[in-house]
């Protein structure tokens, strides 16, 4: 499989420099780069890319409102956020608006490619130790008001689909949780999948950020819970 992927970033030596190292891998067509969020947006509809690799900061239309205006349409490409930051309130927000996952712009260009495939096979890319840094961040304005939109929304699943929404947010992998929780592992799929689409939320990262809001991963008793 080839993955499509458009390169976003409004300096034309970043851009450069990530098309031809993404470029050289056997598995990866860069299919356009754009300088902005706009320019992004109007080469995904003509392109139909598979990724998106997006700068958050560029003039005309940033890489965050490019995101949520991508992620709101039906089969809409994953993003990848480019940034300098590890836990930057931008970027917070784009994982909220349905980012796949982040990468920061010194990434060795290994991981960088690696990651581009990891989005593209379903993986959110975001460790655990970088979740937990962002849920960190997260504790900022507006928490009330989100923790208790939070409890609401979890509180629309089953037990154990609610299991599985804490374990995703504390940044196990479906293997680990399968282990955790006494499942299979086409279980513990099955138990993701109707958890993204009762919530309508776009990959385990917003998972992970919803448990977090309603206090379940505070002490993992789930004081928050429902």
Not at 54 to 62: A, E, K, N
Not at 121 to 145: C, E, I, K, Y
Request: glycine share 10%.
């Amino acid at each position: 499989m080839t993955i499509r992927l458009i390169v976003v970033d409004d300096d034309p030596l970043v851009r450069a420099g990530l098309a031809l190292m993404l470029g050289g891998a056997d598995d990866i067509e860069i299919v356009a780069e754009a300088a902005d969020g706009a320019q992004a947006i109007d080469l995904v509809g003509r392109h139909t890319p598979d990724v998106v690799l997006m700068d958050i900061r560029m003039p005309v239309m940033d890489g965050l409102a490019a995101t949520e205006a991508l992620r709101a349409r039906p089969g809409a490409p994953d993003v990848v956020v480019l940034t300098t930051f590890h836990a930057d309130e931008q970027v917070l927000r784009a994982m909220r608006a349905g980012a796949a996952g982040f990468v920061l712009k010194d990434t060795p260009p290994a991981e960088i490619v690696a990651a581009v495939r990891r989005v593209a096979s379903g993986d959110p890319v975001l460790s655990p130790a970088v979740t937990r840094q962002l849920m960190t961040h997260a504790a900022g304005s507006g928490a009330d008001v989100r923790g208790a939109d939070a409890v609401r929304r979890l509180g629309t699943l089953a037990e154990r689909e609610r299991e599985v929404a804490v374990a995703v947010g504390q940044g196990r992998s479906n293997a680990e949780i399968a282990s955790a929780l006494y499942m299979s592992l086409p279980t513990v799929k099955t138990h993701v999948s109707r958890i993204l689409a009762k919530l309508g939320l776009n990959n385990r990262v917003q998972i992970a950020l919803l448990a977090h809001d309603a206090g379940l991963l505070d002490d993992g008793t789930g004081h928050g819970e429902p």
